[in-house]
T-cell receptor, first 119, second 110 residues
C-alpha cells in the first residue's frame, strides 16, 4: 500500500495475556519506529530499527516489551503479560533513512495506530 | 535531555480567528523542528517542518519559524476553519528519532 499499515486497528485483551501488534512500513523505507500514545500524554518513543543495524531499544518501558523486524520490512511489537497501564495507541512509523546529516530533517510517516485496551 | 513544551489546550476559537500555538524546545546541537497534526479519527500527519535556524515551514495556511535565539517554533494561521479542529504536536529531531510535545487540541466553532 501507499502508507504505513498497522494491524489490528483495535485490540481488547485481558490482563496477563500477550499481544502482538504488526506494522508494514512504506515500501523502500529502511527506518522503522514504534511510538506509544497514552491518554492525556504525548507520544513516547519505544524502539527504532535502521536497516540491519542493532535496534535502538532505549524507549521500551520494561522487559515485557519487545519488537523484531524480519527481512528489513514488517515489524512486530510484542507485549507480554499485559497490564492495564499498557492501554494506549501504538503507532508505527517509517522513513527513507533514519540518520541525520548536519541537522537535515527526515520526514517520518505514521500509520493510523493500533488501539490496545487491557481489561 | 532534549524536550519540547507546548501550550496546554484546548484552544477554542471562532472561525476566521487568528491562531497561535506556542512551542519551545530544549536541545543540544541543531535539531530539525516539526509540527504534526492528528485529525479526529485519523493518523498523525506531518504538517510542516524547518531544518535550520530562521527557516519558515508552511503548509495549508499554517506557518512556523525556527527561532534559535528564543528556542521556539510557534505555529500560526491567519484565519482558522472548522476543518482545522485537531490535535497539534510540536516535535524535534534527536538523532533519527522524534521527541514530541504533549499536543494541543484546537477546537474551531462556526
Amino acid at each position: 500500500g501507499a502508507g504505513v499499515s498497522q494491524s489490528p486497528s483495535n485490540k481488547v485483551t485481558e490482563k496477563g495475556k500477550d499481544v502482538e501488534l504488526r506494522c508494514d512500513p512504506i515500501s523502500g523505507h529502511t527506518a522503522l519506529y514504534w511510538y506509544r500514545q497514552s491518554l492525556g500524554q504525548g507520544l513516547e518513543f519505544l524502539i527504532y530499527f535502521q536497516g540491519n543495524s542493532a535496534p535502538d531499544k532505549s524507549g521500551l518501558p520494561s522487559d515485557r516489551f519487545s519488537a523484531e523486524r524480519t527481512g528489513g520490512s514488517v515489524s512486530t511489537l510484542t507485549i507480554q503479560r499485559t497490564q492495564q497501564e499498557d492501554s494506549a495507541v501504538y503507532l508505527c512509523a517509517s522513513s527513507t533513512r533514519g540518520g541525520h546529516s548536519t541537522g537535515f530533517g527526515n520526514t517520518i510517516y505514521f500509520g493510523e495506530g493500533s488501539w490496545l485496551t487491557v481489561v | 535531555g532534549n524536550s519540547v513544551t507546548q501550550m496546554e489546550g484546548p484552544v477554542t476559537l471562532s472561525e476566521e480567528a487568528f491562531l497561535t500555538i506556542n512551542c519551545t524546545y530544549t536541545a543540544t546541537g541543531y535539531p530539525s523542528l516539526f509540527w504534526y497534526v492528528q485529525y479526529p479519527g485519523e493518523g498523525l500527519q506531518l504538517l510542516l517542518k524547518a531544518t535550520k535556524a530562521d527557516d519558515k515551514g508552511s503548509n495549508k495556511g499554517f506557518e512556523a519559524t525556527y527561532r534559535k535565539e528564543t528556542t521556539s517554533f510557534h505555529l500560526e494561521k491567519g484565519s482558522v476553519q472548522v476543518s482545522d479542529s485537531a490535535v497539534y504536536f510540536c516535535a524535534l529531531s534527536e538523532g533519527p528519532k522524534l521527541i514530541f510535545g504533549t499536543g494541543t487540541r484546537l477546537q474551531v466553532f462556526p
